[in-house]
C-alpha cells in the first residue's frame, strides 16, 4: 500500500541552524502539507502546497519557514533559523484533491530536537 | 485558538465494550469532520469521516454521530479491542479557507482498552 515517508526520522540541530525535511508524498496526490505538533499539544496545520505554489499557511509558518517541491517526488519544509520552540514532532501529509471525502494520509513524522 | 476540543485526555474501556469518544467545536463553517488515529512512532491515520450534511457515519465498528445544533460530535467503537488503543484526534475541515482541506485538529484522546 503507497504511504507518505519522511526523513530523517528525528533531527537534532543548534539554535540558529537551518535543516530541512524531507518528504516523499504519495506519487499520484496533488496536494501536499506540513503540520506540527509540539510535545503534549495539538496537531496544529503549517502549510499546504498545491500546483507548485502555497495554497494556505498559518500564522506559525513565518519567514523561518519555506517549502519547496524540488523534484517530481520530494517534498520538503525548510527552517532558515531554529529557535528552542521550533522542537517539535513534523507531519507530511499529502492527499489526492480536493474533493468531498478528504483524506490526508500523514507520514510517521520527523522529531526535530533545536538545543 | 481552541477551535477544535477533545476535553478527555484519557479513557479507559474494557475489551469487548463500547468506547465513545467526543469533540466539541466552535466554527460553524466547518463542513467535514474526521476521526484520526495515532500509533506511537506513527502519523496520524485516517479512520473515519463524516460531511456536515449528514448525522451519522458507519463503517465497521466505528460510527461517527454528528449533532450540528450542539456542535458535537463523538467516535463510537464497538466491539472495542485491544488492537484500538491510540490516541484518536478529531479534526474539522472549513470551507471559508481558499483552497487545500486544511485541518484543524484537536487535542487528542488515548484510548486504552483494557483485555
Known amino acids: 500500500e503507497p504511504e507518505v515517508t519522511q526523513t530523517p526520522s528525528h533531527q537534532v540541530t543548534q539554535m540558529g541552524q537551518e535543516v530541512i525535511l524531507r518528504c516523499v508524498p504519495i506519487?499520484?496526490?496533488?496536494?501536499f502539507y506540513w503540520y506540527r505538533q509540539i510535545l503534549g499539544q495539538k496537531v496544529e496545520f503549517l502549510v499546504s502546497?498545491?500546483?507548485?505554489?502555497?495554497?494556505?499557511k498559518s500564522e506559525i509558518f513565518d519567514d523561518q519557514f519555506s517549502v519547496e517541491r524540488p523534484d517530481g517526488s520530494n517534498f520538503t519544509l525548510k527552517i532558515r533559523s531554529t529557535k528552542l520552540e521550533d522542537s517539535a514532532m513534523y507531519f507530511c501529509?499529502?492527499?489526492?484533491?480536493?474533493?468531498?471525502?478528504?483524506?490526508?494520509?500523514f507520514g510517521p513524522g520527523t522529531r526535530l530536537t533545536v538545543l | 485558538d481552541q477551535q477544535v476540543k477533545q476535553n478527555s485526555p484519557s479513557l479507559s474501556v474494557q475489551e469487548g465494550r463500547i468506547s465513545i469518544l467526543n469533540c466539541d467545536y466552535t466554527?460553524?463553517?466547518?463542513?467535514?469532520f474526521l476521526w484520526y488515529k495515532k500509533y506511537p512512532a506513527e502519523g496520524p491515520t485516517f479512520l473515519i469521516s463524516i460531511s456536515s450534511i449528514k448525522d451519522k457515519n458507519e463503517d465497521g465498528r466505528f460510527t461517527v454521530f454528528l449533532n450540528k445544533s450542539a456542535k458535537h460530535l463523538s467516535l463510537h467503537i464497538v466491539p472495542s479491542q485491544p488492537g484500538d488503543s491510540a490516541v484518536y484526534f478529531c479534526?474539522?475541515?472549513?470551507?471559508?479557507?481558499?483552497?487545500?482541506?486544511?485541518?484543524?485538529f484537536g487535542t487528542g484522546t488515548r484510548l486504552t482498552v483494557i483485555p
Open positions: 506519487s499520484n496526490h496533488l496536494y
Open positions: 502546497f498545491y500546483n507548485n505554489e502555497i495554497s494556505e
Open positions: 466554527n460553524s463553517m466547518f463542513d467535514y
Open positions: 479534526a474539522a475541515r472549513s470551507r471559508d479557507q481558499t483552497g487545500a482541506n486544511n485541518l484543524f
Open positions: 501529509a499529502s492527499s489526492v484533491k480536493f474533493s468531498s471525502y478528504n483524506e490526508q494520509f
